[in-house]
């Protein structure tokens, strides 16, 4: 058996793709590296019990030249006996139609086309022909335009796509061995002759860099390589602590997030930094705040002790807003109108949408032992209401009168000694009498209207909140 077959077969051992059934649609372009990615599959999938499904996109940058490639490896999956997908997409003219440049363009179709054809053919599993060498440069390219753990973690081995796995089970071969692979076995391929043009960065980086470094360390893609699979691990690690932080100090706030300030300053700076970058991922358009710069000032906005509050514009209709220990991070949010409502018969529960919350109400008659310590409810002696009940929000010149203080404060000033942010003070619902006084403020402090006699029985009205999410 050949000597790169056995070790292949030991490389991805257990993996789930190879299991009696499955289905593999591997991305064929004609080259060397995939064509033997391909035998390498079929020669497995007759041992082993797995489908295999060639799928092949003609970009039609190169004329005859694509065409060509296109009917190689039409030919090579009809005499392997390989179902065989293939599609001719005019890139030139997407391109020109979509502003796209030529390698995202042809990555967008190439990926898109690979998904249809896989769920064609119910497989599960898409299979690209990334190699050692293809490892190597990314890594020395990222390198060279600047990059952080992540981007030294190179290329994965594994990721998901549209609830597909894509897999790259070549990652661990250097692209030398994948020739002399094909001489050994007769195997045909097409040779892409824009790999030698040098205006593409991978294409000056493989032809021209790496040769010069090696002048300097004969072994630099091993220690590239060494370098992308140390990184990889140390990024994983990191990147589930940073899902865990998030998932202890991060809620949705609409179509945004609020960031828990006290948590957020106790983590790392590396935690802190991975953190704003999840939160932006749910951003729709992206935030353009992605770059280093950008994050490292995020983190100095929320962690700085020079203020209490502050505002950054992160780009793409997002802000990152800081209010005390409260940090928003979404699009804009709008400030809510005036809402008003009456509260005739307090029975039924009052839902409140420019609040997201909801006031339940509840009667019985009994002594209340004490004032309930708990801020999301409020006791009421329900002889000395005056019905209706109104809840709002507030008004210029509100005023409120606390319960145990003389004389009155003014509602912003409640506010302010809350620490309530500015941006959710007119979302707050206010609980008012008929002649206009302000009994309770959920979550703030209720009044000294109908308050009722501590070990007295009467009719209370227990009136609590309730926050949606």
């Not at 190179?154 to 030398?176: D, H, N, Q, V």
């Not at 009168?401 to 959710?424: C, H, T, W, Y």
Request: some cysteine; glycine content about 6%; hydrophobic content about 40%.
């Amino acid at each position: 058996m050949d000597e790169l077959l056995l070790r292949f077969e030991a490389w991805t051992r257990g993996e789930k793709w190879r299991s009696p059934g499955a289905a593999v649609a591997a991305a064929v372009s004609g080259g060397p590296d995939s064509m033997a990615l391909l035998h390498l599959l079929k020669l497995l999938s007759e041992k082993e019990g797995f489908s295999v499904i060639a799928v092949h996109v003609n970009h039609r940058f190169r004329g005859e030249e694509s065409d060509a490639e296109e009917e190689l490896v039409r030919r090579t999956a009809r005499d392997w006996g390989i179902p065989f997908e293939s599609s001719a997409i005019d890139m030139p003219a997407y391109i020109e139609q979509s502003g796209m440049n030529p390698q995202e363009a042809s990555r967008e179709r190439r990926y898109g086309f690979l998904v249809e054809a896989a769920r064609k053919h119910e497989a599960a599993y898409i299979a690209l022909a990334h190699h050692a060498d293809d490892q190597a440069e990314t890594v020395l390219m990222r390198i060279l335009r600047g990059t952080g753990l992540q981007g030294l973690a190179g290329i994965a081995y594994s990721r998901s796509e549209k609830e597909l796995e894509l897999i790259r089970p070549l990652l661990r071969i250097p692209k030398c061995e994948l020739l002399k692979y094909a001489s050994r076995n007769g195997i045909l391929y097409a040779v892409d002759s824009s790999n030698l043009k040098k205006k593409y960065f991978r294409n000056a980086v493989r032809l021209d860099v790496l040769p010069f470094l090696e002048g300097y360390n004969p072994k630099i893609k091993e220690a590239l390589l060494r370098l992308s699979e140390t990184a990889a691990v140390d990024n994983d690690y990191m990147e589930r602590e940073a899902l865990q932080a998030f998932a202890e100090s991060v809620t949705r706030a609409g179509e945004g997030w609020t960031l828990d300030r006290r948590r957020f300053c106790g983590l790392h700076v590396a935690l802190q930094r991975r953190l704003i970058k999840l939160i932006l991922n749910y951003a729709k358009p992206q935030a353009q705040i992605l770059d280093y710069d950008g994050v490292t000032e995020a983190v100095a906005a929320i962690a700085s002790e020079q203020a209490a509050t502050g505002r950054l514009d992160m780009g793409n209709g997002w802000v990152l807003v800081r209010e005390y220990d409260r940090v928003y991070m979404g699009p804009r949010p709008q400030a809510p109108g005036d809402f008003e409502y009456q509260v005739r018969e307090p029975d039924s529960p009052l839902r409140i949408p420019e609040a997201r919350a909801v006031l339940r109400f509840h009667r019985e008659i009994a002594a209340c032992r004490s004032p309930s310590e708990y801020l999301g409810e409020a006791y009421f002696d329900e002889s000395e209401l005056l019905l209706p009940l109104t809840v709002r929000n507030r008004r210029p010149g509100d005023r409120f009168e606390p319960s145990g203080l003389n004389g009155s404060k003014k509602v912003q000033d409640m506010f302010v000694d809350a620490k309530i942010p500015r941006s959710l003070r007119d979302a707050v619902p206010l609980l008012a009498d008929a002649r206009g006084n302000i009994l309770w403020i959920p979550g703030v402090r209720r009044s000294r209207h109908a308050l009722p006699e501590k070990g007295k029985e009467s009719k209370l009205l227990r009136i609590s909140i309730e926050m949606e999410n």
